[in-house]
Nanobody, 125 residues
Framework: QVHLVESGGGSVQAGGSLRLSCVAS????????MGWFRQAPGKEREFVAS?????????RYPDSVRGRFTISRDKARDTMNLQMNSLKPEDTAVYYC?????????????????WGQGTQVTVSS
């Protein structure tokens, strides 16, 4: 069993930055892919970023956040981070950390077996 806990959410003005973290516990996850998703009120959960289980940690982003968000992981600490810069009001959502029991990440929420409880990010204009 894997337990994921996110932290780092909060409120920020447009143009500001936040750094989200996700700590995994329960079993080793170092070869598994991980990802971040978000869900705004009334909308479906959407893909934000993913990172593979490789040593290189190949990252993927949708166009909506590419160039502004950076995903990273510290396997020694079983931690994954999401650095979010140049935040926009449309980035407001609950952000979820997810883990996939596969080396390669996916971009659909159904690709991931384990989820954190979510952390709120609010960006004001």
């Amino acid at each position: 069993q894997v337990h994921l806990v996110e932290s780092g959410g909060g409120s920020v003005q447009a143009g500001g930055s936040l750094r989200l973290s996700c700590v995994a516990s329960g079993r080793t996850f170092r070869r598994y892919a991980m990802g971040w998703f978000r869900q705004a009120p009334g909308k479906e959960r959407e893909f934000v970023a993913s990172i593979s289980g490789s040593e290189r940690g190949d990252a993927r982003y949708p166009d909506s956040v590419r160039g502004r968000f950076t995903i990273s992981r510290d396997k020694a600490r079983d931690t994954m981070n999401l650095q979010m810069n140049s935040l926009k009001p449309e980035d407001t959502a609950v952000y979820y950390c997810a883990l996939r029991q596969d080396f390669y990440p996916g971009q659909e929420s159904g690709d991931y077996e384990y989820w954190g409880q979510g952390t709120q990010v609010t960006v004001s204009s």
